[in-house]
């Protein structure tokens, strides 16, 4: 897999999932590591298949989409302070989350490998906490050592 960046942050006061994705933009743009056609290729892929995974007594989103919208990989993992109402991935229901884990691949199958080593690892409550809670060093650190290897 190609180099990834990599960076956890403690999000802000969002009051909806839309602007979490505009955070995510401008984080990511600012980067260098998406296209300014990114946010608008977020929006229509939440509209038409959701990215909020239902675990055991707790949800992650994971917002991304076609990687003609890339520059570089990049994986940006924000923590929210109070949960968003998001899409679920398979269903109409609205999930609440306060970690939303962003993928940015440039290589549609390195998405794919990505996406099912990520979420066969969330199924662990204990690393889902762990991301949540570690200090972003540490939160970063798990991820590389879980996610990326």
Same mark, same amino acid.
């Given at each position: 897999?190609?180099?990834?960046?990599?960076?956890?942050?403690?999000?802000?006061?969002?009051?909806?999932?839309?602007?979490?994705?505009?955070?995510i933009h401008e984080r990511q743009n600012a980067a260098g590591t998406v296209k300014d056609t990114y946010l608008?290729?977020?929006?229509?892929?939440?509209?038409?298949?959701?990215?909020?995974?239902?675990?055991?007594?707790?949800?992650?989103?994971?917002?991304?989409?076609?990687?003609?919208?890339?520059?570089?990989?990049?994986?940006?993992?924000?923590?929210?302070?109070?949960?968003?109402?998001?899409?679920?991935?398979?269903?109409?229901? *609205? !999930?609440?989350?306060?970690?939303?884990?962003?993928?940015?691949?440039?290589? #549609? %199958?390195?998405?794919?490998?990505? $996406?099912?080593?990520?979420?066969? *690892? !969330?199924?662990?409550?204990?690393?889902?906490?762990?991301?949540?809670?570690? #200090? %972003?060093?540490?939160?970063?650190? $798990?991820?590389?050592?879980?996610?990326?290897?």
């Amino acid at each position: 897999m190609d180099t990834v960046l990599i960076s956890v942050t403690d999000g802000g006061d969002f009051k909806s999932y839309d602007e979490v994705l505009q955070h995510i933009h401008e984080r990511q743009n600012a980067a260098g590591t998406v296209k300014d056609t990114y946010l608008e290729a977020l929006r229509e892929r939440e509209a038409m298949y959701p990215t909020g995974i239902l675990l055991d007594g707790y949800s992650v989103a994971i917002p991304h989409c076609d990687s003609t919208h890339a520059n570089t990989p990049s994986v940006y993992i924000i923590r929210l302070p109070e949960p968003v109402e998001v899409g679920q991935a398979d269903g109409d229901d *609205k !999930l609440r989350v306060r970690l939303v884990i962003n993928l940015v691949v440039t290589n #549609p %199958s390195n998405q794919l490998q990505l $996406l099912k080593s990520l979420f066969s *690892k !969330l199924q662990d409550k204990g690393f889902y906490q762990n991301l949540l809670e570690l #200090p %972003s060093e540490k939160a970063e650190a $798990l991820f590389i050592s879980e996610i990326m290897q």
